[in-house]
Structures are given as structure tokens and as C-alpha cells.
């Protein structure tokens, strides 16, 4: 929760950028490692984890009205579980990172916000770090942090859909489903180690005048 409220205070301080619209979103993570071994070998015993993520950030319409660039800072747990009968284990990590995105509106094609109702569809571009990473064997515990496949330099290229519904003046709520798809270029190790998420999303989002 804290961490939450940090958030929130970086959005309400973005208000000095003159973006046109400020948001925040949260929600789940529904994560699967793509994991391969040394040898190439994957792991069939792995299974999708849970896990929060936030972002804050703020969006600006380019020249035509119904396509928006955004930008906001973001905090997102991707988790995993797995085992057998010998053996139990379990991730869990944080990552601090960047997103950028471009959106497409279907309903307000002016980039006016006058309709209540809009469908949106997104891609966009990631980059994040690992800031926390707990791998957990049997009740032993491994930082992550020194994990080549882990730490380093995340990429993630992610799209989306959005439908937002405007709930007072210049203010709007919205439900969002996002599929991306994390990769590390800077793990020169052997063991190569990829995330497939499916993320639910909630955001609340405001015009800035």
C-alpha cells in the first residue's frame, strides 16, 4: 500500500507537465516463465504465479486526435510456481521500469473526450529492471539479484484493449486486458528465461486542462 501511495503522489506532481491526461492503473499479472536450461532443456513442472503491478504516467494526443502517446512509470510482479513431489519452489520478483505506449480510439477520433464511452487498442514498448528477487527451494531462499537471467535489462514489447467510461467531468474510469511478452538481451549466460503475461487491468484517469 505504500508503495501505492507513492505512486499517486508522482502522478498528482505531473500535474506541472501540461500532459493532456494523467493516469493510474493497477491490477493482476498472471505470469508463465519461459524457461530454458544450460542445455536447452524447459522446465514442464513450471506453473503460471500471481502477482500486483501499478503504473502512473501521463498521455498527450499527437497530431491526429484519435492516436495518444503515453508514458508512465511502472511497478510489476511477475511470479511463478513449480515443483514436484520431491521438491516445491517459487519466484517472486519486482520490477521497476518504463512504459511507453501508442493508442488508437475508436469513438472520440477528434481527441476531444466528448463521447462517455471509448474502446482503445494499444502497443507500445517496455523497459524495466529487476529491483527485488526471492527465489524460494524447500524453505531455502536465493536472491535473484545476482541471477543473470533475472537481473539486467528487461524488454517488453506489449499490446492491449481498453474500454473507459467517463464517470464525472474530465474523469474516467477504465477496464483493460494486456499480453506482453518479457525478454532479457543482456543475459550472455546459457540459461535463457522469458515472461508471458496476461494482464487485467483497472485505471482511473483525468484531463489536465
Same mark, same amino acid.
Given at each position: 500500500?505504500? !508503495?501505492?501511495?507513492? *505512486?499517486?503522489?508522482?502522478?498528482?506532481?505531473?500535474? &506541472?507537465?501540461?500532459?493532456?491526461?494523467?493516469?493510474?492503473?493497477?491490477? !493482476? $499479472?498472471?505470469?508463465?516463465? %519461459?524457461?530454458? $536450461?544450460?542445455?536447452? @532443456?524447459?522446465?514442464?513442472n513450471l506453473q503460471a504465479g500471481v502477482g500486483t503491478f501499478y503504473e502512473i504516467g501521463y498521455a498527450t494526443p499527437l497530431?491526429?486526435?484519435?492516436?495518444?502517446?503515453?508514458?508512465?512509470?511502472?511497478? $510489476?510482479?511477475?511470479?511463478?510456481?513449480?515443483?514436484? @513431489?520431491? +521438491?516445491?519452489?517459487?519466484w517472486n520478483t519486482q520490477y521497476l521500469g518504463i512504459q511507453n505506449e501508442l493508442s488508437y480510439s475508436f469513438f472520440n477520433? %477528434?481527441?476531444?473526450?466528448?463521447?462517455?464511452? %471509448?474502446?482503445?487498442? #494499444?502497443?507500445?514498448?517496455? *523497459?524495466?529492471? *529487476?529491483?527485488?528477487?526471492?527465489?524460494?527451494?524447500?524453505?531455502?531462499?536465493?536472491?535473484?539479484?545476482?541471477? #543473470? =537471467?533475472?537481473?539486467? *535489462?528487461?524488454?517488453?514489447?506489449?499490446?492491449?484493449?481498453?474500454?473507459?467510461?467517463?464517470?464525472? =467531468?474530465?474523469?474516467?474510469?477504465?477496464?483493460?486486458? +494486456?499480453?506482453?511478452?518479457?525478454?532479457?538481451?543482456?543475459?550472455?549466460? &546459457?540459461?535463457?528465461?522469458?515472461? $508471458?503475461?496476461?494482464?487485467?487491468?483497472?485505471?482511473? =484517469?483525468? +484531463?489536465? =486542462?
Amino acid at each position: 500500500m505504500r !508503495k501505492f501511495l507513492l *505512486l499517486v503522489a508522482i502522478v498528482f506532481s505531473l500535474g &506541472n507537465i501540461h500532459a493532456q491526461e494523467v493516469y493510474i492503473y493497477t491490477g !493482476k $499479472n498472471f505470469t508463465n516463465y %519461459d524457461y530454458k $536450461n544450460a542445455s536447452g @532443456a524447459s522446465n514442464p513442472n513450471l506453473q503460471a504465479g500471481v502477482g500486483t503491478f501499478y503504473e502512473i504516467g501521463y498521455a498527450t494526443p499527437l497530431r491526429k486526435g484519435n492516436i495518444t502517446y503515453a508514458i508512465g512509470l511502472s511497478l $510489476n510482479e511477475y511470479n511463478a510456481m513449480g515443483g514436484s @513431489a520431491a +521438491n516445491s519452489y517459487s519466484w517472486n520478483t519486482q520490477y521497476l521500469g518504463i512504459q511507453n505506449e501508442l493508442s488508437y480510439s475508436f469513438f472520440n477520433s %477528434d481527441g476531444s473526450n466528448r463521447n462517455d464511452f %471509448d474502446i482503445i487498442v #494499444k502497443g507500445g514498448l517496455g *523497459l524495466a529492471t *529487476l529491483i527485488y528477487g526471492k527465489q524460494e527451494i524447500n524453505g531455502n531462499f536465493l536472491d535473484l539479484s545476482s541471477q #543473470k =537471467e533475472f537481473s539486467g *535489462l528487461l524488454v517488453q514489447p506489449v499490446v492491449g484493449l481498453q474500454v473507459r467510461y467517463s464517470v464525472m =467531468e474530465n474523469g474516467y474510469l477504465s477496464l483493460g486486458y +494486456n499480453f506482453s511478452k518479457s525478454f532479457n538481451p543482456t543475459n550472455n549466460t &546459457n540459461e535463457k528465461l522469458s515472461f $508471458n503475461t496476461h494482464q487485467l487491468q483497472f485505471g482511473i =484517469e483525468f +484531463n489536465i =486542462e
